[in-house]
C-alpha cells in the first residue's frame, strides 16, 4: 500500500473522530437550553454563563483525554477559574490524577517557604470520575467505590510541613508511613457469591483555605514508583482518534449529568418526587448532611448543607449560623444554577470559618444581599438573582451534634436593624482592602503570574 493511500486513511480515521467530537459538542450545547435535558430556567446571564461553563467542560476534557497517562501520572486542575463547576468550594484548590491501582506511587508535599499551608488536606481514591456515566444512575450503591483516604488529622508531618504518602493497592509489610489504598475487597452480598474488588482509577487531592492572606498550596510531586523514568509511546492517529472521541464523550456526558443531577437530585427548579418540598429549598437550607453517594458524594470528610437563594433588588437574606463542634474547617459559598462558584476573587462572594468575624463562640450571621450593606459578614451576589448557597463543614469523624441554620429575609434596608451586633460594619476601603487579599491569594493558588 503506498504512502499517499495510506495517508488518505489516517486522515478520514482523524476526521471522523474529529466530526464526532463536534457533534457531541452539539448535543452537549443543548443542555444550555433545552428543557428535556433539564437545563435551569433561562435568563440572559444564565445563557451566557452556560456557554462559558460547557467550554469549561471543554478544557478539562482536552486535558483528561490528551494528557493523562497512568504510568507517569501527575496532578491537574480538575476545577479552576477558567473551569468551575459542581458547586465548587471557593477555598478549594481541586486537584486530579488518573492513576491504576495496580501500580504504586509516591506522593511528595512540601511547604513554601515563608508561607503557611493549607487550612486542611485530604487526598482520597476513587474507582471512577463523578459525571462521566452521563446519568445519575451511577449514584447507585456500588457504581462507584472509594478505596482509601488520609487526611490532615492523620497525615504524619515532618517539622518543616512537608509529608510523603505511598499510594498503592496494599500496604507493604512493616510500613507504617502515611498509606492510601487502591484496591479495595468488598465480601460477596449472599453466601456462596463472588467478592467485588474495587480498583482505583482516580487520586483527587482538595487543599482547602481559611487566612487567604498567608496560606498558600503545596508544593507537590506525583510519582509511578512502577515506571518512574520511562516515557511514554509516540501519538499515532488510532489512539488520536480515541482521544477526540473520550474527549467527546467526558464533554456531554458531564452536561448531562449534573444537570440531571441538580434538577432531579437536589430538586433546584421544582419538587421532582412529590412530597410538597425541595431537597434544595428557597431562601433556606436543607438539615446538615454527612456527604453520601445519594447526594453526590463530594468530599468524604464534609457535612453539608445548602439552599437556593431568590432575592429582588430590595431584599435580603440573614442567615444565622449555630456551630456547636468546631471543624477542622467551614466554608459558606455562593454559586450559579450551573454550579459554577461565584466570581470569589474580584467579589465576597464566600466567606470561610477564618474569615467570618463570629458573634460569640460558634456563633454567626451572615447577610446575603446584591449590594453592598456595610457588613462584615457579607455574601455578594454579584447581582445574580438566583443561585445556590452551600455551607460545607470539615470533621474527621461526624460529631454528634451538628450546626444549624437559621434564615430569615428581610427588605435591605432593614439589615442594619435585623443585625444589630456583630458583625461589625465596615468601609468602602476595608472592603477594598479584603477584596484585595482576594484577589492576590487567588492569582498564588492557581500560579496567575
Not at 463570629?358 to 446575603?368: K, L, P, T
Request: avoid cysteine.
Amino acid at each position: 500500500m503506498s504512502e499517499a493511500i495510506k495517508g488518505g486513511e489516517t486522515a478520514a480515521t482523524l476526521r471522523a473522530a474529529w466530526d464526532d467530537l463536534i457533534a457531541a459538542l452539539g448535543r452537549a450545547r443543548d443542555a444550555i437550553d433545552d428543557p428535556k435535558l433539564h437545563a435551569p430556567p433561562p435568563s440572559d446571564r444564565v445563557l451566557a454563563e452556560g456557554y462559558r461553563y460547557l467550554l469549561g467542560w471543554a478544557h478539562g476534557a482536552f486535558e483528561r483525554a490528551f494528557h493523562a497517562d497512568p504510568a507517569r501520572s501527575h496532578f491537574r486542575r480538575a476545577i479552576q477559574p477558567i473551569s468551575k463547576s459542581t458547586i465548587d468550594n471557593a477555598d478549594a484548590l481541586y486537584l486530579n490524577a488518573e492513576i491504576d491501582g495496580n501500580r504504586r506511587y509516591r506522593l511528595q508535599a512540601r511547604v513554601r517557604p515563608g508561607r503557611k499551608p493549607p487550612q486542611y488536606v485530604i487526598l482520597e481514591a476513587g474507582t471512577a470520575y463523578a459525571g462521566d456515566s452521563g446519568s445519575i444512575a451511577e449514584l447507585r450503591p456500588g457504581s462507584r467505590a472509594g478505596t482509601g483516604a488520609i487526611d490532615s488529622s492523620k497525615l504524619a508531618v515532618a517539622a518543616d510541613g512537608s509529608f510523603e504518602i505511598l499510594v498503592a493497592p496494599e500496604r507493604p509489610d512493616g510500613y507504617s508511613g502515611n498509606f492510601v489504598a487502591t484496591k479495595k475487597v468488598r465480601p460477596a452480598r449472599e453466601p456462596g457469591g463472588a467478592a467485588t474488588v474495587h480498583v482505583a482509577r482516580h487520586l483527587t487531592l482538595r487543599e482547602l483555605f481559611h487566612d487567604w492572606e498567608h496560606e498558600d498550596a503545596l508544593d507537590l510531586e506525583l510519582v509511578s514508583l512502577d515506571d518512574d523514568g520511562t516515557p511514554p509511546a509516540p501519538l499515532d492517529p488510532p489512539r488520536t482518534a480515541d482521544q477526540l472521541r473520550r474527549m467527546a464523550a467526558i464533554v456531554e456526558n458531564q452536561m448531562k449529568f449534573w444537570n440531571e443531577f441538580y434538577a432531579v437530585v437536589l430538586e433546584t427548579h421544582a419538587d421532582m418526587n412529590g412530597d410538597g418540598k425541595r431537597f434544595m429549598p428557597r431562601n433556606d437550607f436543607n438539615a446538615p448532611n454527612a456527604a453520601t453517594l445519594a447526594t453526590g458524594g463530594g468530599q468524604s470528610t464534609n457535612v453539608y448543607a445548602g439552599g437556593v437563594y431568590e432575592l429582588p433588588d430590595d431584599e435580603a437574606l440573614v442567615v444565622e449560623l449555630r456551630v456547636p463542634v468546631p471543624p477542622l474547617y467551614q466554608g459558606f459559598h455562593l454559586a450559579n444554577l450551573w454550579g459554577e462558584s461565584l466570581d470569589y476573587a474580584n467579589h465576597q462572594s464566600s466567606l470561610n470559618g477564618f474569615q467570618t468575624e463570629w458573634e460569640s463562640e460558634g456563633v454567626a450571621r451572615y447577610v446575603i444581599a446584591h449590594r453592598d450593606p456595610g457588613i462584615a459578614n457579607w455574601l455578594d451576589t454579584t447581582g445574580l438573582p438566583v443561585g445556590f448557597m452551600t455551607f460545607r463543614w470539615t470533621y474527621a469523624e461526624v460529631p454528634g451534634e451538628l450546626p444549624t441554620v437559621v434564615v430569615t429575609k428581610v427588605a435591605v434596608a432593614a439589615v442594619a436593624t435585623a443585625v444589630t451586633v456583630a458583625p461589625s460594619r465596615v468601609s468602602i476601603e476595608e472592603r477594598r482592602h479584603a477584596v484585595a487579599i482576594r484577589q492576590s491569594h487567588v492569582q498564588q493558588r492557581y500560579r496567575q503570574h
